[in-house]
């Protein structure tokens, strides 16, 4: 016979726990017993199984709901040896503390954390997820958008070095080349944004490099700040920079700004191999007036999208666009700095301008070098990506992914918001996946939040609630 065994001092508890199993039991064919401690059901399991000692009788508990408040050692190691001992999945309920979080859970071999006091219709829902994974299953006591929405996916990912114009990591993420990345970190934090864009220039096995393709002039200032501290200095750093144009020499940059002389000055001293023409209206190049300008960077203050830069400039010209326009969305962010080189905040950083010259031209030489000050910082970086959840809930979603994984594997996610110093993680574990590929060729993955605790809870309700209404808004 198979339980569902609840292990809880309070009877109060139990018989909530019951209560939201009613449904439960039947469909996955199960047995409610509850016990106050682990004592008592190895006494149960002992005299069940030897009931008729002819024909030994297996007990089986399938669920194993434990309280954690009896537990003297809440560890991954203590509660893997209960999973053995007992060869059950096991749900977990402590009260929660804020003073005192539950830490490193995403290492726990168990299948949910579930915070007491109960909120009822998320205890009845990962109960049920938590008994049964053959299948996708649709939640009972929770509504399920019928509508998709996009959602954050973040991946955690410790930086190997930092500057103040890019960084380096190791990672066996598929980054490309050329791509622009979204990164949070509180290093970043400027007003509301904890965020920066950074693009992809050279990569080797798990080895990879990024430049910032839109930093504002605040957190150059905060990450140079942080760079003349002695505690996080970093040595030895070595950055490749750009393959494309590994052993160019020679460079010629184009300028279309007011206030050029200064930048012209100051690559004349930086960088005497790098010659300068005056971008003009009609796309010639002034200094020589030999036809359009095919410069190796354009700098300028102009906006081009990809079709004009491409048209006037070439498919090879870097596009260094020097303004202090706002990007509105995340989309058009994408969407802009995907063929912008990198956006250069006003006034124009020299030096800013210089690090990226030489990441994109690692063959340059400056005339007066300054060792770049790396530094390290304690916390991971958030790489943020866009996915589409479909029927989407406060206990479970759906989305597609690449590749296949399994159930019980670890993710987090966070709900896109304007305020981003409010960024908050959601946990979440793999509970089902379609082993068959959709006709996009994507593996649909049914994913359950984990640990959600009550603060969470009513983020999700209000996210859901404000883009209800502002989908009705648009609509009418």
Not at 318 to 325: E, I, Q, S
Request: charged residues 30%; hydrophobic residues 40%.
């Amino acid at each position: 016979m198979s339980y569902l065994c609840v292990i809880d001092k309070d009877s109060k508890i139990t018989a909530e726990i019951k209560s939201a199993s009613e449904k439960l039991l039947p469909e996955a064919k199960l047995t409610f017993i509850s016990f106050q401690n682990l004592p008592e059901l190895d006494q149960f399991i002992e005299t069940e199984t030897n009931k008729d000692p002819t024909k030994p009788t297996e007990v089986k508990i399938s669920l194993l709901v434990l309280s954690a408040d009896g537990l003297a050692d809440l560890s991954q190691e203590s509660l893997q040896k209960i999973r053995d001992k007992y060869k059950s999945r096991i749900v977990l309920t402590p009260f929660e503390d804020p003073l005192k979080p539950l830490k490193k859970i995403e290492t726990w071999p168990i299948e949910n954390i579930i915070y007491k006091p109960f909120d009822p219709n998320i205890l009845q829902e990962h109960l049920r997820f938590s008994a049964i994974d053959d299948r996708k299953l649709t939640p009972l006591a929770v509504h399920s958008s019928k509508e998709s929405c996009k959602i954050e996916k973040i991946r955690r990912h410790p930086f190997a070095a930092l500057s103040d114009f890019g960084f380096k990591l190791k990672s066996k993420t598929k980054f490309e080349v050329g791509k622009v990345y979204k990164f949070y970190h509180f290093i970043f934090q400027n007003q509301k944004k904890s965020s920066l864009w950074a693009k992809l220039v050279y990569k080797n096995e798990e080895d990879h490099e990024f430049i910032f393709c839109h930093p504002s002039l605040p957190v150059l200032n905060n990450l140079r700040k942080k760079a003349t501290d002695p505690k996080s200095k970093l040595k030895d750093i070595i950055f490749h920079g750009s393959d494309k144009n590994r052993t160019l020499e020679r460079v010629q940059v184009g300028i279309e700004m007011t206030g050029a002389e200064e930048l012209k000055s100051f690559i004349a001293r930086r960088f005497p191999a790098i010659e300068v023409i005056d971008i003009t209206p009609d796309g010639k190049a002034a200094a020589t007036g030999s036809g359009p300008a095919q410069p190796h960077v354009v700098v300028s203050e102009a906006k081009y999208d990809a079709k004009s830069f491409t048209a006037r400039f070439g498919a090879d010209a870097l596009y260094f666009h020097v303004t202090n326009d706002p990007l509105p969305d995340r989309e058009e962010a994408l969407t802009v700095l995907s063929f912008e080189s990198a956006r250069l905040p006003k006034p124009l950083d020299r030096n800013y301008f210089l690090r990226l010259m030489m990441a994109y031209f690692p063959a340059l030489k400056d005339a007066d070098p300054v060792a770049v000050s790396w530094f390290s910082v304690t916390e991971d970086s958030l790489h943020s990506e866009i996915v589409v959840a479909k029927e989407f809930s406060e206990a479970a979603f759906m989305y597609e992914r690449d590749s296949l994984l399994p159930r019980g594997n670890y993710q987090e996610f966070a709900l896109p918001q304007e305020d981003e110093t409010e960024l908050k993680i959601l946990k979440a574990k793999i509970q089902w996946a379609d082993e068959k590929p959709q006709q996009n060729k994507l593996f649909l993955h049914q994913v359950i939040f984990y640990g959600i605790r009550d603060n969470l809870l009513k983020k999700i309700r209000l996210w859901q609630l404000q883009a209800h209404i502002s989908k009705k808004s648009a609509e009418s």
